[in-house]
């Protein structure tokens, strides 16, 4: 992954590109079209196990792991030692920004309140809320769901 990534980012920043003879990638000096408009693409990074979180920690723009699977240093499901664990591997990796690599974390089920609200202090900068189960919602269950999330974000909110 590390490999493919630098090859994106090398993509993106130079004309002509380069060649590369990487060990899962190559390619010949190439003209690509279109760059992106800001000159580069956030990459987010959403592997939350032991190599996953290294790889995010190390080149990653955004960390955006699923609630459920961020684990402690001890392997036991825990959002906050998680969110601990990343920012010091980043530190450690030679990131000057590990305080501020931004994190987005899905939440898997219905969030609560006390969480929400410890995730944020540990850092998350932003929610993503998924359906309680990987069934196709209809309209009516979305929304339903939505009304049923309203009064914990808007808790969260104030």
Known sequence: ???????????????PVPALEGRWDSHSE???YPKPAN?????????AGPLGIQHAAEYADEWCPIDVGVMN??????????IERFRRLAAEAGRDDADDIPITLYIWGRPRLDRLESYAEAGVSQ???TP???DLPSADETLQYLDELTPTLEAFNN
């Open 1 to 15: 992954m590390r490999e493919r990534v630098a090859a994106m980012r090398s993509i993106w920043a130079h004309d």
């Open 30 to 32: 190439s003209w690509i």
């Open 39 to 47: 000159g580069s693409v956030p990459i987010a990074l959403g592997n």
């Open 73 to 82: 240093v001890t392997g036991k499901p825990d959002v906050v030692g998680g």
């Open 127 to 129: 929610f993503v809320f």
């Open 132 to 134: 309680v189960n990987f």
